[in-house]
């Protein structure tokens, strides 16, 4: 199968902190990939790399078969971020950010049309700012599909959306999934990574500590259920007890 | 050019809905017009003099919009931007982060000229105002001062660590080069005190130049100022492309 993103030995280092040692993984076309970890485990900087907003020390990237750093221009065309952060100006209307968004793209999908099948199309007029939590996740979501891509990145996905509306951008994406589209995600909700997820991979301290498929990780694991195999890799539930 | 027009539109469209500029770039300049106007009407800018002071004044009220865009509308549309991280959104797309910058320096010429045009029309229509001088001089030396003070601005937006840090730079230069530089408050009537003390100030110069350009006057006695000017965006626009912070 194509490898849409390949990172190897990828390793970012912030001063003397270690955020990213000796990561390589690779996602293939049409599937979901996910990138898991507690806060600080070195998700975001992975997903920096790649992207090139943030230049490893050393290791490769690819993603399309490019380098984001020296053909960021014909990558970019293809590639559809959503960060966490809110990086809209403030004054700004839903139906002006997704025009701007799409006029930095040769192709795009129809912005009202993906504003529809996210149900805020009611919203063109409101200001972004004026959104409720979920409304403003849809849309990143949204601004992130603008350009057609053939893979996007979505840094913690659906946090901030309630039970249905997680369900329905699911639903969304497992279909765009269908279509042909490599997703790479973050997300803290493990019901949402197993839903989605055909790969994984758990970091804890900027290392791999594992890589495989959800249900390896369950086999491999001393548990049942996927969560609790997710905390038995990243040993929060052995801090939690400590807590205690 | 269709990314360049619809980001242009929409910035002008958020631009007019923080008010600001609408404010300190078209009307305050208006305003001190019709003060000046109403005040020296008529009255020749020196006993002899060819022209009038609101004449000589005429080219100083021109800055104030350039100095209000380039000195405090720039500086703190680029940190904001900086720190909402919009720049760094434009990095994960086929657009460099320069092209919303330039959008920006494009939107506050803009306001120069439109303001330009106003002052030049309220001037001519209520106060008999005339234009003395060589309009390509003015022109030169009007797109001098746009950029050496749109330099200044990009500098401090650019490396100012947060928008807090900006909005401070960006008001210390820019009330007192409004007060003192001769934009509102007149050269002419400052004690010889305070005119050495506004000579620092580079908007001073600017002014001195337009000035000259407007009346028809000789422009040798200016060359300095011209210099001036240069180097200040020379200076800025260095160090800006040097030590500018996307993130």
């Given at each position: 199968?194509?490898?849409?993103?390949n990172?190897k030995?990828?390793?970012?280092s912030?001063?003397?902190?270690?955020?990213?040692?000796?990561?390589?993984?690779?996602?293939?076309?049409?599937?979901?990939f996910?990138?898991?970890?507690?806060n600080?485990?070195?998700?975001?900087?992975?997903?920096?790399?790649?992207?090139?907003?943030k230049?490893a020390?050393?290791?490769?990237?690819s993603?399309?078969?490019?380098?984001?750093?020296?053909?960021?221009k014909m990558?970019?065309e293809?590639?559809?971020?959503?960060?966490?952060?809110?990086n809209?100006?403030e004054?700004?209307?839903v139906?002006?950010?997704?025009?701007?968004?799409?006029?930095?793209?040769?192709?795009?999908?129809?912005?009202?049309?993906?504003?529809?099948?996210?149900?805020?199309?009611?919203k063109?007029?409101?200001?972004?700012?004026d959104?409720?939590?979920?409304q403003?996740?849809?849309?990143?979501?949204v601004?992130?599909?603008?350009?057609?891509?053939?893979?996007?990145?979505?840094?913690?996905?659906?946090?901030?959306?309630?039970?249905?509306?997680?369900?329905?951008?699911?639903k969304?994406?497992s279909?765009l999934?269908e279509k042909?589209?490599?997703?790479?995600?973050?997300?803290?909700f493990?019901?949402?990574?197993?839903?989605l997820?055909?790969?994984?991979c758990i970091?804890?301290?900027?290392e791999?500590?594992?890589?495989?498929t959800?249900s390896?990780?369950?086999?491999?694991s001393?548990?049942?259920?996927f969560?609790?195999?997710?905390?038995w890799y990243?040993?929060?539930?052995?801090q939690?007890?400590?807590?205690? | 050019?269709k990314t360049?027009?619809?980001?242009l539109?929409?910035?002008?469209?958020?631009s007019?809905?923080g008010?600001?500029?609408?404010?300190?770039?078209?009307?305050?300049?208006?305003v001190?017009?019709?003060?000046?106007?109403i005040?020296?009407?008529?009255?020749?800018?020196?006993?002899?003099?060819?022209y009038t002071?609101?004449?000589?004044s005429?080219?100083?009220?021109?800055t104030?919009?350039?100095c209000?865009?380039?000195?405090?509308?720039?500086?703190?549309?680029?940190?904001e931007?900086?720190s909402?991280?919009?720049?760094k959104?434009?990095?994960v797309?086929?657009?460099?982060?320069?092209?919303i910058?330039?959008?920006?320096?494009a939107?506050?010429t803009?306001?120069a000229?439109?303001?330009?045009v106003?002052?030049?029309?309220?001037a001519?229509l209520?106060?008999?105002?005339q234009?003395?001088g060589?309009?390509?001089?003015f022109?030169?030396?009007?797109?001098?001062?746009?950029?050496?003070?749109f330099?200044?601005?990009?500098?401090?937006?650019?490396?100012?660590?947060?928008t807090?840090m900006?909005?401070?730079i960006?008001?210390?230069?820019?009330?007192p080069?409004?007060?003192f530089?001769?934009a509102?408050?007149?050269?002419?009537?400052?004690?010889?005190?305070?005119?050495?003390?506004?000579?620092?100030?580079p908007?001073?110069?600017?002014?001195?130049?337009?000035?000259?350009?407007?009346?028809g006057?000789?422009i040798?006695?200016?060359l300095?100022?011209v210099?001036?000017?240069?180097?200040?965006?020379?200076i800025?626009?260095?160090i800006?492309?040097k030590f500018?912070?996307?993130?």
């Amino acid at each position: 199968m194509q490898k849409i993103i390949n990172v190897k030995q990828l390793t970012k280092s912030y001063g003397k902190l270690l955020a990213v040692n000796n990561v390589s993984f690779s996602v293939s076309r049409g599937t979901v990939f996910g990138l898991l970890g507690a806060n600080g485990a070195g998700k975001s900087t992975t997903i920096e790399c790649i992207l090139g907003t943030k230049k490893a020390d050393s290791g490769q990237v690819s993603v399309l078969g490019m380098n984001p750093l020296t053909n960021r221009k014909m990558l970019f065309e293809k590639v559809g971020v959503q960060f966490q952060e809110t990086n809209y100006q403030e004054q700004i209307t839903v139906g002006e950010l997704c025009e701007v968004t799409a006029c930095l793209y040769r192709n795009t999908a129809n912005p009202a049309d993906l504003l529809t099948r996210f149900g805020i199309a009611d919203k063109q007029k409101s200001l972004v700012k004026d959104l409720s939590g979920g409304q403003k996740q849809r849309l990143f979501i949204v601004l992130a599909l603008i350009p057609n891509p053939e893979v996007v990145f979505l840094d913690e996905l659906t946090t901030g959306l309630d039970a249905k509306a997680r369900r329905e951008v699911w639903k969304i994406l497992s279909g765009l999934k269908e279509k042909g589209l490599t997703i790479l995600l973050t997300s803290h909700f493990m019901d949402e990574v197993e839903a989605l997820c055909d790969q994984i991979c758990i970091l804890k301290n900027g290392e791999i500590v594992f890589y495989g498929t959800v249900s390896e990780a369950v086999k491999n694991s001393p548990h049942e259920k996927f969560e609790d195999a997710y905390l038995w890799y990243t040993d929060e539930e052995g801090q939690t007890d400590e807590n205690l | 050019m269709k990314t360049f027009n619809t980001m242009l539109k929409t910035e002008l469209k958020l631009s007019l809905r923080g008010m600001d500029m609408f404010i300190f770039a078209i009307c305050v300049p208006l305003v001190v017009l019709i003060i000046l106007g109403i005040i020296y009407g008529n009255k020749p800018a020196f006993e002899g003099a060819g022209y009038t002071f609101l004449e000589q004044s005429f080219s100083a009220l021109a800055t104030i919009s350039i100095c209000a865009g380039g000195v405090m509308g720039l500086p703190l549309v680029v940190s904001e931007y900086r720190s909402r991280k919009i720049l760094k959104r434009y990095k994960v797309t086929p657009i460099s982060p320069a092209l919303i910058l330039f959008v920006q320096v494009a939107i506050y010429t803009l306001y120069a000229l439109v303001s330009l045009v106003m002052l030049y029309l309220t001037a001519k229509l209520f106060f008999g105002y005339q234009f003395h001088g060589s309009i390509g001089t003015f022109f030169s030396g009007y797109l001098l001062v746009v950029v050496s003070m749109f330099s200044i601005g990009m500098m401090v937006g650019g490396i100012a660590p947060n928008t807090k840090m900006a909005g401070a730079i960006a008001s210390i230069l820019y009330f007192p080069m409004l007060i003192f530089s001769g934009a509102t408050l007149p050269y002419e009537v400052m004690p010889t005190v305070l005119q050495k003390v506004a000579n620092i100030l580079p908007l001073t110069q600017g002014i001195k130049l337009l000035k000259m350009a407007s009346l028809g006057l000789e422009i040798n006695s200016v060359l300095l100022s011209v210099l001036v000017m240069i180097i200040i965006a020379v200076i800025c626009i260095g160090i800006s492309l040097k030590f500018f912070k996307w993130e």
